[in-house]
């Protein structure tokens, strides 16, 4: 079974060369760490950042420069810094390739609920309603079940919806899952985890065809 760095890493492997990308906050954010080295990826942060690398080390931080979760960041030779409103406008006009968002919920028809869960204060929903209204390509990163172990791979979203029909492909602690017309298509496990694993964790419709092979990462 996979750790965040280990869902981030298996994520890094959908960023091709030349990609603009947009990272939302939590565990999305780590996939910076592990785009290989020969390929040129721009990183978007919709708070106005073009050209971000990965994390700082420890002690080399500058508070000024940070992401959309207000984390430290690093940027590459020729980033640009612009207002939130250009940031939107590369958003909206579909100059991103690939958006990588995590979830509280998601449903097997493409669904995605990741911004509020009612009766908890929120700040507001931030760019994940414009991302997911914009993006042709979007993956999210999420453990597979909440803390009481229910899955959150579902029939239909509970929590109230970011977006409709949207979400292409889906990376868990548990396995990789193409969104598609049947339902979630089982592509690849994790290390260690058997298919009736997944079955048992998944309470949307699963697609299971021939052997799932192990994921590489």
């Known amino acids: 079974m996979l750790d965040k760095n280990g869902i981030a890493k298996r994520i890094a492997k959908e960023v091709k060369d030349g990609y603009y990308v947009n990272l939302g906050i939590g565990i999305p954010t780590l996939v910076a760490n592990f785009v290989r080295d020969d390929i040129a990826v721009e990183f978007q942060s919709e708070n106005g950042v073009l050209g971000m690398g990965p994390f700082p080390f420890e002690g080399e931080e500058d508070a000024d420069v940070i992401n959309a979760g207000k984390q430290t960041i690093t940027t590459l030779d020729g980033a640009s810094f612009f207002d939130s409103a250009t940031s939107f406008a590369m958003i909206r006009g579909k100059h991103v390739d690939l958006t990588i968002l995590g979830a509280m919920e998601v449903a097997e028809n493409g669904d995605i609920a990741n911004w509020k869960i ?86 949307g419709k699963l697609i299971v065809n021939g052997d799932i092979p192990e994921m590489k990462l």
């Open 118 to 203: 009612p009766g908890k204060m929120v700040k507001g929903m931030g760019g994940a309603m414009d991302l997911v209204a914009s993006a042709e390509n979007i993956i999210v990163a999420m453990m597979h079940t909440n803390r009481a172990g229910a899955s959150k791979l579902l029939p239909q979203c509970s929590l109230p919806l970011t977006g409709v029909g949207c979400v292409k492909k889906i990376v868990t602690n548990m396995a990789v899952l193409e969104v598609t017309a049947e339902g979630f298509l089982l592509l690849e496990r994790a290390p260690g985890v058997s298919v009736e694993e997944i079955k048992n964790a998944t309470a």
